[in-house]
């Protein structure tokens, strides 16, 4: 019975996983509970010693001691903070009259400000609720084809898994200990060209199916000039103004930034992307700050709403990552600035009380001891299981797979997938990234020659991060067609505005409506695993020291080099090293 424990310890220890986790037990508890009985048994059948779990203490020690997942809990409390502030009503009004008068409208206005409230919130359930909630019912209220509303809000809500700053890029790079910063980098054109492609799909629609998204009625249109115009003519002026001054700035922001940070390679292109959206978005404050402090009457209504409700959140995204990118920051930095700019945001709204405060800090101290309780959990299960090699063991599973590298990332993406509609990403960050990403080191180099191992690796890590956002559209399991499902309408209500009674949304509606964004975020992922350059394009030269050459050059640089320096002092000084064999001579 010991042999066969010991022949087939690695599968019989996943075994007792699954067998822990079905029970209900919490994933943290069962993960913590399975590496110390498994790692008591294998002392018991003499495979490993009885000194195996002396390192554990300073292991989980070391959890505390990283500095990385801060930027947890900072961005956590900063999109709450945005959330509950009344923010995604504001934007999504807002945002709505200004697409409202073209067919299909509202869907883009959902799907940009999905963008927005992922680069704030950061969480699939807060912008998914939040758009079910306001959106919905507006969409339906204008005969939107149901499975285009539901669609959108849930496949919206999920830009909160790939566009940074993300909690799970941020997870991700914690364990395949990488660069946060570059994931990010890595990160951002994906997930702009996957909004882009929402977006496309929609306009698509509205020219083959008009019926199927109609534009917002006059009536249904609140801002307006004295003399009926819109006001869409000074939201475009002043769109083009401010774009133009971002590209002028992309022209100078090498030369600029060089010369201040005395850096000597050439700006990375989402570096300048996110500065140049940074000086744009900061003329347009601006502007409309002077506008309306001196009575000039330049801008119209709308102009000046948009530029009062969508500026500030983009301004404070934008010098986050900006910071983050220009290296001026860590992304623990970042987050704590993007905490303290939500707490300003707050208070210029009127909105931040104590009541808020109390349940921003309360939901921030739940997440970040959840994910906490979940590390220090896989960090016991990954102790017992690379003790009994078992990265020997998933490498040598992978290795005889057909296809090679390409094979290995075909068959991590099926299970990423299917693990996606049954657990939550941070389950399978912590349990499932570690065990594959020392078969990745080994594999996926070979596919991208040329390009330096630790940006395969966020290539590697992008790809897994847009997976995830795909398995939570997936029926019947998808996490964000459950957290619509608890929002949307159950039973038909009477609308209050037109008085006409609308009928209830149905989960087959639902589950209908992701089918098609699921096409669009495969896409994607065949996209970035077939074209490598959008991700490690965007992450800059990293600088790789050796440290043997290092040190043997301070010694060589600390060698006296004259004959005045030849004298006992230097003979006779003491080597500490030297503790480890001989006394030192005197």
């Known amino acids: 019975m010991s042999q066969f424990i010991a022949q087939n310890f690695v599968p019989l220890m996943f075994s007792g996983l699954l067998i822990f986790l079905l029970t209900g037990i919490p994933v943290a508890f069962g993960l913590a509970a399975t590496g110390l009985l498994f790692g008591f048994v294998g002392m018991e059948v003499g495979l490993f010693g009885s000194t195996l779990f002396q390192a554990l203490p300073l292991r989980v020690f070391g959890i505390m001691q990283n500095d990385t997942l801060l930027a947890i809990p900072f961005f956590t409390f900063m999109g709450i903070i945005l959330e509950r502030s009344g923010m995604a009503e504001d934007l999504l009004e807002t945002v709505g009259q200004v697409f409202g008068p073209v067919r299909g409208g509202l869907a883009i206005a959902v799907i940009l400000v999905g963008a927005l409230l992922a680069a704030t919130t950061g969480v699939v359930a807060a912008a998914v609720i939040s758009m079910g909630l306001i959106s919905l019912p507006i969409m339906l209220r ?29 997870v991700l790079a914690d364990q395949m200990g990488r660069s946060v910063g570059d994931m990010y980098a890595g990160a951002l054109v994906p997930g702009l060209l996957l909004v882009a492609l929402y977006v496309a799909f929609v306009a698509v629609v509205a020219v083959v199916k008009p019926a199927w998204v109609p534009a917002l009625p006059p009536e249904a249109r609140i801002y307006r000039e004295p003399n009926g115009a819109s006001g869409h003519r000074s939201l475009l002026i002043l769109l083009a103004l401010c774009a133009a001054a971002g590209w002028a700035w992309s022209q100078v922001h090498g030369s600029l930034m060089n010369a201040w940070l005395g850096r000597q390679t050439a700006a990375p292109g989402d570096e300048i992307l996110i500065m140049s959206m940074t000086v744009s978005s900061l003329l347009a404050l601006l502007l409309a700050l002077l506008n309306r402090a001196l009575k000039l ?19 404070l995204i934008f010098l986050v990552l900006g910071t983050i990118f220009l290296g001026i ?47 220090i959990g896989s960090t016991v299960f990954s102790f017992t299981f690379n003790a009994a090699d078992g990265h020997i063991w998933v490498e040598h599973l992978f290795a005889k797979l057909p296809g090679g590298a390409l094979g290995f990332l075909i068959v991590v993406n099926l299970l990423v997938f299917v693990l996606g509609c049954f657990i939550d990403f941070f389950e399978i960050a912590f349990i499932v990234i570690p065990m594959l990403v020392p078969v990745a080191e080994k594999l996926l180099p070979a596919m991208l020659p040329g390009i330096p191992p630790d940006s395969v690796m966020i290539w590697f890590g992008v790809i897994i991060a847009m997976n995830l956002q795909t398995s939570f559209l997936t029926p019947p399991f998808g996490f964000a067609l459950f957290y619509l499902r608890s929002v949307a309408a159950k039973a038909d209500y009477k609308d209050r505005i037109t008085g006409q009674t609308i009928p209830a949304v149905t989960t087959p509606q639902i589950y209908k409506g992701s089918i098609a964004f699921i096409v669009l975020q495969l896409i994607m992922v065949a996209a970035v695993v077939a074209v490598p350059a959008m991700v490690v394009g965007g992450i800059g030269e990293t600088t790789h020291i050796d440290a043997d050459k290092a040190l043997e050059q301070m010694r060589q640089e600390e060698q006296p080099s004259g004959p005045a320096s030849a004298g006992p002092a230097a003979s006779d000084a003491f080597d500490p090293m030297q503790g480890f064999g001989e006394p030192p001579k005197k």
């Open 142 to 170: 204008y005969g939107y084809n149901r499975t285009i509303a539901t669609g959108t809000i849930t496949a919206s809500g999920t830009l909160a898994q790939a566009i940074p700053p993300s909690l799970v890029l941020i």
């Open 329 to 375: 920051a860590t992304p623990t930095e970042g987050g704590a600035m993007g905490a303290l700019g939500a707490l300003l945001m707050a208070t210029g709204r009127r909105q931040l009380s104590l009541k808020l405060l109390n349940q921003a800090l309360e939901n921030t101290a739940k997440l970040a001891t959840f994910v906490l309780f979940i590390l």
């Open 297 to 315: 009457g330049l801008l119209s209504r709308l102009a000046e709403r948009v530029t009062f409700v969508l500026i500030p959140p983009l301004v």
